[in-house]
């Protein structure tokens, strides 16, 4: 145990010695052409056969795609119909409304009954008020595009991880195949299979809601086979012998058994589907996702910044009447009489429905919220940019360049200079000390694709980039973590300014970046660390608060003070958790490269943004599949890590 | 006093490991279980329950109890053997019918409940009738039923997390009861209870026995418990039963010293009865008659207090009859 | 849940007699002709002014949100049918391409210009007085350099997808700068902005027609003019041994359409083949949405009622 230190140490001496004195001849700084492989080229090959010729029977691959795109395409336009369009003669502009879509009145009421309904009053009156934020900054009926999707999305990213998750514990084989490309899925960069699944799906917003639905359900999948297997097997045997047939168990008891921790999953779908209300609003999604790309288009921040907060607003509510409706006490009984008594909020929102639509024809504002009324604070982010901008922009400027050249720079030419079968070596070599030979090898297999893509430069530029981003997110976060776990107050501000970054597209806070930092990685470092960011805080904070409460009034019954009891007890035994945090920060970090090569960087992220503007499949499935080797590499090995510290804490406890 | 047998199995194993199958048909011995890196959960197991009886099983933990009585109700596939019950071999029982025997022939109580969070008292009791599909208002009266058996009226409308522990496994008692099944299981049903409550709860256990009289197969690691409740106990090491008997028999008579170390410390008073240690004939000044199966520590206070024997007898017939002293000397161990 | 279920169900089934029921007798197929939108304002006006023209002659039309490249995949299938603006310098490698593949046509000219070129803000003709004249860049590089760039002046280049050769230019010409690529038009327009704001130097790629023009003060700097020769012919110009010295070309903004477009809706084919406009009257109304914030949908109306000859005439039997 005692060696390994003293190895890092060496090899970190001789890395230093390669990348400062020694010339690395031809061939060993990068991987030599010979080793390439022409992954891009048989990626596009086997997608065009895919697409254009592969066939079950005689049912092309592509007719079936069709087909269940229109599948989903029937409820998705039901629900344009209740929130966007209402019941129209006509297309386009010459469109008369014969039905009017839900109004704002009867959406905003809906959302407060449902939330009296979930759990109580004050739940319903905050999702009122964020449903009135839509409207009063003239937002809704974006808002209510991207809802019709989201409320399509969400069941469907559900129901399939549901589906996926309950065949792979009923079917160990399937779930061996499964837990691969569920990695895959979750680290694939989206950009880079947008094509086929245009292709495949078809243009237009049902393959803006595939896209979205495949980029939100791994985490289901997974969740709902953590949370099935820990259904207590006492319970599954009572459901055995109480008769249950296969299905009656799932449905009757499983899944009712397991759903405060299906719940989890579901929070995650709904929050990764607003993640994705961006790009898919490239595709064809429109709603609040193009209202952020055209403001910031305009340069409008404030635009973007109120679009932006739309989309936090709707996640807020969803999540939190979700949360609510799962938890809620079985209280609803009580009510006796006929269905209308049992039913007062719903007949109040019927009533509140008809009448508003009725209304509406005499009153507009009932309908639809005037443009009169909507406020913007548009003109107050404007003349903010531009105070900052003109009165500190040479602070800025000076600390941008100070951390260029001190920071970014050189660790982007010691990566550099490292020969490949270096690095390779190092990879592997940590794998074999976490977790043995089996992660040795997957780790050096991995490496070696990366070098086998001919995409070297670009996989270490992505990794000095997020290497640098989540060294300062972790530096920023954990001390955050550690304040929001030290008393009530400081951990709900926090974890609402982290709630509000986690939802906000990063596009918001990207153009005001770049106004103050320019182009480049410093501008990308900064998004990069906003996003990732989030699970530093939020896992610190959460190991250090399940510190068992015994371990602590044994550390004050020993007289230790508050910060000996942080440093000697909560944060060693907070290790696990931290080191999961810092894996999904890498992870987040990784995932936010695609959106940074926006500002204009040149690692694996851009690689995967030009082969979409170029609709180069193989191109961007390479890239993509690389930056999922990196993020795999680094999840397994600090998973292996966190695993050891854990068997140490509970050995030693 | 034999009655028909309800369930019995025969040369049970379950085996886990790589390749169980492979190594049952040899008959392996303990050893060769383990050096071929297998466990022997149950090992070899044959019993007769007969019906209306309490059957205990008992053992140290880990020893096979739980792995057992889930074979005799095919919670667990066996490696091999046969599981017979009216004489019918459920191994060979096809899944459909595995469902109706359970809907309708057999309860089980677990040692942590295992009740539904997510329903309340009166569905969570209802729930094994719900799965028959059972109209709600029938299923519903007949859960008010039971729940009153177990004494639980008024909590209809609880969850289970507003339960005490023995409340809930109060409400585990009625959903196993709901069925109205002939055989009954109970894996450790009042382990997770404080001393006092699982004492009460015994007791609430035997009343409801005398009503229902069910075939029960009971499993403890409760040396005390067992000879309160059981009318036979079979004692299991390592996956293998050492001994079947009758809690006297027993304690008399242990198979090894496994046993003997089990029953040490028991009181005799607590399992021998009257019928043991009963002397043949009947003198005059008797004063009174005793059951042969009363247990001696049961009577005890009467006898001494009376200070003359009384006369015992079995099924109607007086076999004899037991002196204060003989009771006295139970009392205090000497002799037997 | 259900009750909603059912709600939707209804309110579909409603949808789909109503629309299912309408008949448009003048037109060849009723089927929807699926116009494509992309992220920048002018293209959104072209397009709305098309599809309006389009119902004015009592077609169906769907406008569909769709990426600018990966939207040849589309075209080239019937899933998408017409793409109004594909711009000379950035879109004609796809184009061509899908061209060539025969899912796809040339519609012909939009009328309007696509102009590319190296640009900056008028306050900077104080320290580089000899411009617009590209010779003077190479005195006033020290200017327009920054930390990163050192003693060489910094050019804020396009994203690298829009290609664009700066790099050979800088060579061919012998210029002392160096190119720092935006990765999208708004980062590259925020540091213009931003640099605006400040009155500092700024030298960038600004494309026309855009709003940039029309909101800073600015020209563009003067290449030797732009032929096809100097592209691929090394002897051109003024370096007689690199190509690429000279400015960046000029070109039309093309539309192109499904290639069986033409047979499915042959008066739509004719009427997208007609419709032309320019320039001037298009950073007009980019200015109107961009600058003074009217909405896309205000700016197409209005010019609709202004311009009923025009259009009219396109979709004239
Ligand atoms: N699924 C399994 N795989 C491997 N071994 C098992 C499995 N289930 C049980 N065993 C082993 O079988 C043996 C018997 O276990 P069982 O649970 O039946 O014991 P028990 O007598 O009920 O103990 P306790 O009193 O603790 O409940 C134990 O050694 C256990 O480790
Ligand atoms: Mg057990």
Known sequence: ?653 | MTRPVKLACRHVWKLYGPHPERLVGKSPSLDEIRASGHVGAVRDVSLNIGEGEIFVIMGLSGSGKSTLVRCLSRLIEPTAGEILYDGEDLLKASPARMIEIRRHHMGMVFQHFALLPHLTVLENVAFPLEVQGMARPAREARAREVIALVGLQGREGHYPRQLSGGQQQRVGIARSLAVEPDLWFLDEPFSALDPLIRREMQEEFLRIQKQLKKTIVFITHDFDEAIRLADHIAIMKDGAVVQVASPEELVLAPADDYVRAFTAHVSRAKVITLGRIAVPGVPADVAGTLPAEARVEAVAEQVVTAGRPFAVEREGAVIGHVTPQAVIDVLIGRGG | MTRMCLARAAATATALVLFGGMALAEVESEDPIKLTLHDWTGQLITTNIMAAVLEEAGYNVELVQADYLAQFAGLETGDLHVAMEIWETTGREAMDAAVAKGGVVNMGETGMLAKEEWWYPLYMKEKCPGLPDWKALNDCAAAFATAETGAKGRYLGGPVTWGGFDEERIAALGLNYEVIHAGTDAAMFAELESAYQRKDPILLWVYAPHWAPQKYEGEWVEFPPYEAACYTDPAWGSNPTATHDCGKPFGPIWKVGWAGLPEKWPGADKAIRAFHIENDAMGAMIAKVDLDGQTVEDVVNEWMDANEATWSAWIAK
């Not at chain 1, 905003?108 to 905050?126: F, K, M, P």
């Not at chain 1, 910044?305 to 989309?311: D, K, Y």
Request: glycine residues 10%; hydrophobic residues 55%; contains cysteine.
């Open chain 1, 1 to 653: 145990m005692k060696t390994w230190p003293l190895i890092w140490a060496g090899l970190a001496v001789v890395a230093l010695v390669l990348a400062r004195a020694v010339a690395v001849p031809d061939g060993w700084l990068w991987p030599p052409q010979a080793m390439h492989l022409p992954l891009a080229r048989w990626i596009s090959a086997g997608m065009a056969w895919l697409t254009d010729s592969a066939a079950i029977g005689p049912v092309t691959v592509k007719d079936l795609t069709r087909g269940f795109a229109r599948l989903i395409e029937a409820p998705y336009e039901a629900a344009r119909v209740l929130l966007v369009e209402g019941i129209t003669e006509g297309r386009g502009r010459r469109a008369t409304t014969i039905v009017p879509p839900l109004s704002w009145v009867a959406v905003t009421v809906a959302a407060v009954a449902l939330g009296h309904y979930a759990r109580d009053i004050w739940l319903g009156l905050i999702a009122g008020a964020l449903m009135l934020y839509l409207a009063v900054f003239g937002q809704w009926d974006s808002a209510m595009i991207t809802l019709a999707s989201i409320v399509i999305a969400v069941p469907l990213g559900v129901a399939g991880g549901l589906g996926l998750g309950i065949a792979a514990l009923h079917w160990r084989p399937f779930e061996r195949v499964l837990s691969p490309v569920l990695d895959l899925m979750q680290t694939v960069p989206t950009f880079a299979y947008l094509v086929p699944v245009l292709v495949l799906f078809g243009f237009g917003p049902v393959a803006a809601l595939l896209a979205t639905v495949i980029y939100a359900m791994p985490p289901m999948v997974r969740v709902t086979l953590v949370a099935l297997r820990g259904v207590p097997p006492e319970i599954v045997d009572f459901a055995n012998m109480a008769g249950c047939t296969p299905g009656q168990r799932m449905r009757k008891v499983m899944l009712p058994v397991a759903l405060p921790d299906l719940m989890v999953g579901v929070n995650q779908v709904i929050m990764l589907s607003l993640n994705m209300v961006i790009i898919a609003s490239m595709i064809g999604a429109g709603g609040l996702g193009a209202d952020v790309l055209e403001s910031l288009r305009r340069l409008n921040i404030g635009g973007g910044i109120e679009a932006g907060l739309a989309i936090t607003a709707l996640a807020v509510v969803l999540d939190r009447l979700g949360q609510a409706l799962a938890t809620r006490a079985g209280g609803g009984r009580g009510a006796k009489g006929n269905w209308l008594r049992r039913h007062p909020r719903t007949v109040l929102v019927l009533a509140v429905t008809l009448i508003s639509a009725a209304a509406g024809y005499l009153i507009p504002a009932v309908q639809d919220w005037p443009k009169e009324w909507t406020v913007t604070t548009k003109g107050f982010w404007a003349d903010l940019m531009q105070w900052i901008n003109v009165n500190y922009y040479d602070q800025l400027e000076a600390l941008r360049n100070w951390t260029l050249v001190n920071l970014l720079i050189p660790v982007k030419d010691f990566l550099l200079a490292l020969p490949w079968p270096f690095v390779l070596g190092t990879v592997a070599l940590a794998g074999w000390a976490l977790g043995g030979w089996r992660l040795a090898a997957l780790t050096g297999a991995l490496g070696l694709f990366l070098a086998a893509t001919g995409l070297w430069e670009q996989a270490m530029i992505t990794l000095y980039l997020c290497g640098v981003s989540v060294l300062i997110a972790m530096c920023i976060g954990v001390p955050l973590g550690i304040w929001a776990a030290s008393g009530e107050t400081a951990g709900k501000v926090i974890g609402a300014v982290i709630d509000t970054l986690q939802t906000l597209p990063s596009f918001v806070y990207l153009i005001p970046v770049v106004m103050l930092f320019r182009v480049g990685d410093f501008s990308a470092m900064i998004a990069v660390v906003l996003y990732a960011l989030v699970p530093a805080v939020r896992y610190t904070a959460h190991g250090l608060r399940s510190v068992p409460e015994e371990l602590i009034e044994a550390g004050i019954v020993s007289g230790a003070t508050r910060g000996q009891i942080l440093r000697k007890i909560r944060l060693p035994m907070a290790v696990p958790m931290m080191l999961l945090g810092l894996n999904q920060t890498i992870l987040l970090a990784l995932s936010m490269l695609v959106i940074t090569a926006l500002v204009g960087t040149r690692d694996l992220g851009q690689e995967v943004y030009i082969a979409l503007t170029k609709a180069d499949v193989g191109r961007g499935l390479v890239a993509g599949l690389s930056v999922a080797a990196i993020a795999i590499i680094a999840d397994r090995l600090i998973g292996a890590a966190a695993k050891g510290a854990r068997e140490r804490l509970e050995g030693g406890a």
